[in-house]
């Protein structure tokens, strides 16, 4: 005779007033929750009831939402469901805790409560695997073993959404549950920036310097998951006889997870932003533009995906006016270079933007980049600005080339005191000395200036790339003292006034042409160990 289901609240309210008391304030258990009695009864409902307890506290019921998306796909991909380990015992996942000395969401646990990873090349994250207790410990002893390494690199990381994900290269707070295998990963980030989520699901990696929100929790990844299995959004890649197939997003087309995100409405779950005009005034928003606008944006868009663009490069479309930008709200990277504009004043509304090329344009006025705290690198070399006042107020400004500008005060520049790129090929100073403040710099192009005395160099500490050529320098001797030295452009006839004395290691590149002889000699040198 088969067994009565009966929900799990069945005679709850004569069991005890506080369980009873629990139950009248919080009947939303719908279904979810179902007790098949057992011939004991009475313990299996009460540890059922306890688990809906640490669900209502802790998040959605991670076990359902996996369960669906291996249901769904049992016939088509049965490789997915032998593929996933057994549960990790408490042990395992406090072992996680105390080696990377973080606390686990507690949705993370019930994860891996149910599987302790995978062992096979199913991939549950659309072909990336998750990875076993054991693997995560590794990959964040990786990360971890770079710490402090990599600041260099920051200046390249991007948060989308800005302010929600730190940008930084290498944190010790995220932990890996997924990777690639060449040096990527999907991770739980527990030290978000100032607007994101403790616990929310990014990606992160050697290849990954544009960091997405992917979803706000790992129970909203394995929702985003599902959604995409439901809507029959899957493919498989074959990759020959013997080799396993990929399990893949069909759309957009991918062949690597991590290339989707930035064609996918992210975070998972959120809700879009409410447009302020609808498709018809999009077409005819559309349609009142130039031809070079239209040529620039395409056809088939939306207000929506234009303020969803993260870079446009539009160097050198014989743009002249600016204005439509102000729709591309999401805007990391813009270069425009090359274009015959005068008015930037549009680009105020970029408020996301970090990296700005207006090169090679007729810009004088940079005042409209005011609000635009969030930019990193600007480029406005052969410009005819000559005022760098306005960029005191940009504190994330990293990366500046200020090459054949009409700028004559380089304490403009020696402001900037955060500064850790710099080219001012070709500028005319009456002196350098002044750059020994700026500490950061890492990067420096003092080529075809009027510079004699580098002196100062030595106490750039910090200065790994050195850019020296067509200038009046005789004593080299200060290169010698700068140990962070890694890569140094200079002429044949420096080169060789200094290589008896140069430690080994350094990148060399010679400015002009070499002969056979002279190439025997760089040879030599890259040999020296």
């Given at each position: 005779m088969r067994r009565k289901e009966r929900p799990i609240t069945e005679g709850i309210d004569n069991t005890s007033s506080l369980v009873g008391d629990f139950y009248k304030s919080n009947r939303n258990f719908k279904s979810l929750l179902i007790y098949q009695r057992s011939q004991t009864g009475s313990e299996a409902w009460i540890e059922s009831l306890l688990l809906y307890l640490d669900l209502k506290t802790h998040g959605p019921m991670i076990g359902n939402t996996l369960t669906a998306v291996k249901t769904l796909l049992a016939n088509e991909y049965p490789e997915l469901n032998a593929s996933l380990n057994p549960p990790a015992t408490e042990a395992d996942i406090s072992r996680?805790?105390?080696?990377?000395?973080?606390?686990?969401?507690d949705e993370l646990k019930q994860l891996y409560r149910l599987h302790n990873g995978e062992s096979g090349d199913a991939g549950l994250f659309f072909g990336l695997p998750?990875?076993?207790?054991?693997?995560?410990?590794?990959?964040?002893?990786?990360?971890?073993s770079l710490s402090g390494s990599t600041a260099t690199m920051d200046s390249n990381v991007i948060s989308v959404p800005a302010?929600?994900?730190?940008?930084?290269?290498v944190n010790?707070?995220?932990?890996?549950?997924?990777?690639?295998?060449g040096g990527n990963n999907i991770g739980?980030?527990?030290?978000?920036?100032?607007?994101?989520?403790?616990?929310?699901?990014?990606?992160?990696?050697?290849?990954?310097d544009t960091r997405f929100v992917i979803?706000?929790?790992?129970g909203e990844f394995l929702e985003f998951i599902l959604h995409h299995v439901k809507n029959n959004n899957f493919t498989f890649e074959i990759n020959g006889d013997e080799e396993p197939r990929s399990f893949l997003l069909k759309e957009p087309a991918n062949s690597h997870f991590l290339d989707t995100l930035k064609s996918l409405p992210l975070p998972f779950g959120s809700k879009p932003s409410t447009a302020t005009a609808n498709e018809e005034?999009?077409?005819?928003?559309?349609?009142?533009?130039?031809?070079?606008?239209?040529?620039?944006?395409?056809?088939?868009?939306?207000?929506?995906?234009?303020?969803?663009m993260k870079n446009i490069n539009l160097i050198k479309k014989n743009i002249t006016d600016l204005q439509p930008l102000v729709r591309f709200t999401g805007l990391r990277e813009l270069l425009l270079s090359a274009n015959p504009i005068a008015d930037i004043s549009p680009l105020a509304a970029l408020a996301s933007l970090q990296t700005l090329y207006i090169s090679k344009t007729n810009v004088q006025d940079l005042s409209p980049l005011a609000p635009l705290k969030e930019l990193k690198k600007l480029s406005v070399s052969d410009t005819p600005v000559a005022s760098l006042e306005v960029l005191q107020q940009l504190p994330k400004l990293k990366s500046l080339n200020i090459?054949?500008?009409?700028?004559?005060?380089?304490?403009?520049?020696?402001?900037?005191?955060?500064?850790?790129?710099?080219?001012?090929?070709?500028?005319?100073?009456?002196?350098?000395?002044?750059?020994s403040n700026l500490k950061n710099l890492v990067q420096l192009n003092l080529s075809d200036t009027n510079i004699t005395d580098i002196t100062f160099l030595t106490g750039l500490v910090k200065l790994s790339d050195l850019q020296l050529c067509g200038t009046g320098v005789t004593d080299l001797s200060p290169l010698l003292q700068m140990n962070k030295l890694a890569y140094l452009t200079v002429s044949m006839g420096d080169f060789k006034q200094i290589v008896n004395q140069l430690r080994p290691g350094i990148g060399i590149t010679i400015c002009g042409e070499v002969t056979e002889e002279e190439q025997a000699m760089l040879l030599d040198y890259a040999k020296r160990q």
């Open positions: 996680l805790e105390t080696t990377t000395g973080l606390t686990l969401p998750f990875i076993s207790i054991d693997e995560a410990i590794a990959e964040w002893k990786t990360w971890e302010n929600h994900i730190k940008e930084q290269y010790t707070h995220y932990l890996p549950i997924s990777k690639d295998y739980i980030d527990l030290d978000p920036g100032p607007d994101g989520i403790s616990g929310q699901v990014i990606n992160f990696g050697r290849d990954e979803a706000r929790s790992i005034d999009y077409d005819a928003w559309f349609a009142g533009l130039d031809a070079t606008w239209q040529s620039a944006i395409g056809a088939g868009k939306n207000f929506a995906a234009l303020a969803g090459e054949k500008t009409a700028v004559t005060d380089l304490a403009q520049v020696i402001a900037l005191r955060q500064l850790t790129e710099l080219d001012i090929n070709g500028k005319q100073f009456p002196s350098f000395a002044e750059l």
